[in-house]
């Protein structure tokens, strides 16, 4: 009765903002906006538009230096709110990597 993995399912694919190239959902990190202000959503469940990022840092400042995420918002998202998000994410990350090893 219980539900394997199907191997042969091809896991839903989102664009990078910062290198524009597709990965698996999974692997990325999932941004929202919320009152103006970029939510990082490592989880998947809040509500609105998302926009995704690879996991590595260089991903996370081409996103900055291009303003993919005015882009991708479909409005201006000041440089500060950008840097914001990336402080967070980088915290998640940590926690993530020094937290997981099993
Ligand atoms: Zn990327």
């Known amino acids: 009765m219980s539900r394997r993995k199907n191997k042969q ?9 910062g290198c524009m190239e597709s990965h698996p959902q999974q692997e990325m ?4 906006l919320r009152d103006g ?3 990082p959503d490592p989880e998947r469940n809040l509500n ?18 291009k303003r993919g995420f005015s882009r991708a918002f479909r409005q201006g998202i000041p ?3 950008v ?6 994410i980088r915290g998640i990350r940590e926690v993530k990597s020094g937290d997981s090893q099993q």
Do not use: F, N
């Open 9 to 17: 399912h091809t896991p839903p694919m989102r664009r990078c903002a």
């Open 29 to 32: 990190i999932r941004i929202v």
């Open 37 to 39: 202000v970029l939510v």
């Open 48 to 65: 609105g538009r998302g926009v995704y990022l690879c996991p590595k840092e260089s991903c996370w400042e081409l996103a900055r230096r």
């Open 79 to 81: 440089d500060e709110a």
């Open 83 to 88: 840097q914001t998000l990336i402080e967070e």
